[in-house]
């Protein structure tokens, strides 16, 4: 697992300007959502379209709620994710401060949904984001929307020095 230092050392590289159509970076190689070397994350993989962030993701038998559906939680992760991702649009990192999820249909397992995430307006240190996600007949599943509130470096060092296992003991 990477330290915070080192993850800090090349994180604000990730915020200088990408071009449209982009993939965008992964916030950090475990992140849940977005890492690649997380075993138990989503993987998911974003492109910067025009202003806005987009992803085509699909949901499995490691996010399952009720059978064949995924989890409430883990729809969750991934928009509160998406969001991370047009901070890199801003150029400054943020973080959530209130996350808001309607559920509007199952969100099936095994299935291709589209997700589209922009910023409604900033004031200051807030961003007030918007996030929805369709099924490929255009039907909205999910909308979500947020506020993340700039922060600076000192923020992520909260971590630092807090190493618990990488897995519960069975
Ligand atoms: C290691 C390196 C990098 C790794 C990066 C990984 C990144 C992952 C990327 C992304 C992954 C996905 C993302 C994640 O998972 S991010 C992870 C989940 N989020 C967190 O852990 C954040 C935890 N919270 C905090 O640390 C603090 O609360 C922060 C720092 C955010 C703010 O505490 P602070 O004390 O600084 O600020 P404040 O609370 O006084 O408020 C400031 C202003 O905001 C206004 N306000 C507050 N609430 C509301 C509201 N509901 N509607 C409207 N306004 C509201 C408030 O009135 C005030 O306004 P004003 O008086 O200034 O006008």
Redesign the pocket.
Known sequence: MTS?EE??AT?LDKFKPHEDGALLPP??DH?L?CGPDNPHGHHLVVHRRGEEVHAVHVFDQRHVGAPGIAHGGAVATVL??L??FL?YLTGA?A????LEVRYDSPVLLGVAYELVAKIVRAE???LFVEAEMRDTSGGLVAFASA???R?D?A??RQ?ASNSPPLARPI
């Open positions: 915070v993850i800090l994180w916030h950090h992140c959502a509160d994710d969001f991370g901070l990192p973080v959530t401060r209130q200051g240190r807030k506020l993340f509130l922060v470096e923020h992520f971590g």
